[in-house]
């Protein structure tokens, strides 16, 4: 059962003078690597008097390279996607036998292609000493990853913060905080210098209101919304490439749209480009709305859909699942032995979903 979301996002430069603006890279479409169904994609740019070329980067990003060729007193690019949340399964994966277990070590030739995601950082005393307290002890690799990442996201609290670029990993470590492209930062370089292969991931996070509260533990957000996001990915093989959250302590899942995935932070950025010297006024806006989804068991149709429904002059019967009791008394559908076999019970006079 799957919800269809429409996500939209405005990014907004306005500077105080028309200026000449260099070429610009926008990295705001969803990867090909992409897990979540993308049932439509559009991209506005103002100014309209643009060129505008599609292009893959070596890590089959999507790049849009635009070209302003008169000066501008505003760059703006507007995106409207939609989304098929389907329930994604994050552990739906198998290894090779040689990297079910962890440590282990990349074939020569795979080790060799993914050299540039084993490039480590020259870190500090504070980072050394958090990678040596990680424990090694030979066990299933998911576990140990699984592990390390609610770890992390146990360790380094999560805040908003508006300032340009990234920390340093001791830095993070030092002050047990960072946003979600620092905590992913952090996490990628623990990574490589344990021996696997990773990534930076930039794209955009969705997260739906759950129909119900949970029993126990965090019952998630309290409102539909989507934000720009980071996290981490890993090469294990037989699997590929695997999210990581540190943010949430997660695995990547169906909310998780990959936009660029490099091997630095920089050549994942949404935009970035060159202009001449001057003041800038930065805005953006994102905003998320379901345009579909199906009545379920723990968000039957309301009263106002039944109606709607009977408007229209349907058989109830069509409408009510046989599986979720979406009204009382007579609209509801209940199994009940007849004649020895188990089938849906419907209302007298009511058109029968089984003939």
């Known amino acids: ?29 969803p990867a090909p690597h992409c897990r979540t169904p993308i049932l439509s994609y559009s991209m506005k740019i103002a100014p309209s008097e643009h060129f505008l070329n599609w292009q893959q980067d070596p890590q089959s990003n999507w790049l849009a390279r635009v070209v302003v060729p008169e000066k501008a007193r505003e760059l703006s690019v507007t995106i409207d996607l939609t989304a098929e949340l389907e ?41 050394h000493a958090y990678l040596e307290a990680i424990p090694r002890a030979p066990g299933p690799t998911t576990a140990f990853l699984f592990a390390l990442n609610a770890g992390l996201q146990k360790d380094i609290g999560y805040l908003i913060r508006m300032e340009p670029g990234i920390q340093t990993p001791d830095f993070t470590l030092e002050k047990r905080s960072g946003s979600c492209r620092d905590s992913a930062w952090l996490l990628v370089q623990l990574l490589r210098h344990l021996g696997l292969a990773a990534r930076f991931a930039s794209g955009y ?62 050549a994942a950025a949404p935009i970035s480009g060159e202009l001449e010297e001057c003041k800038v006024e930065f805005d953006f806006a994102m905003s998320i709305a379901r345009v579909a989804e199906p009545a379920r068991v723990t968000k039957p149709y309301t009263d106002d859909q039944w109606r709607a429904i009977e408007d229209l002059g349907l058989p109830k019967a069509m409408c009510a699942s046989p599986w979720a009791e979406n009204r009382p008394s007579s609209r509801s559908t209940i199994w009940k032995p007849r004649n020895g076999r188990r089938r849906p019970w419907v209302p007298p006079n009511a058109a029968s979903p089984m003939r």
Not at 87 to 102: K, T, Y
Request: net charge negative; aromatic share 12%; with cysteine.
């Open 87 to 127: 329930i994604i399964n994050p552990f739906d994966f198998f290894l090779e036998p040689s990297a079910e277990n962890f440590p282990f070590a990349y074939e020569p030739q795979l080790a060799a292609d993914l050299r540039p995601y084993l490039s480590r950082l020259e870190c500090g005393p504070r980072f």
């Open 1 to 29: 059962m799957s919800i269809r979301v429409a996500l939209h996002h405005v990014t907004a430069y306005r500077y105080d003078r028309a200026v000449n603006l260099g070429p610009q890279t926008i990295r705001l479409r």
């Open 205 to 266: 996070l969705i997260q739906l209101k759950p129909d119900q509260l949970a029993l126990d533990g965090p019952s998630g957000t309290s409102m539909d919304f989507t934000d720009l996001h980071a996290w981490c990915e890993v090469y294990l093989p037989g699997a590929g490439w695997v999210g990581l959250d540190p943010t949430s302590g997660l695995f990547a899942g169906e909310g998780h749209i990959p936009l660029a995935c490099a091997a630095s932070p920089t």
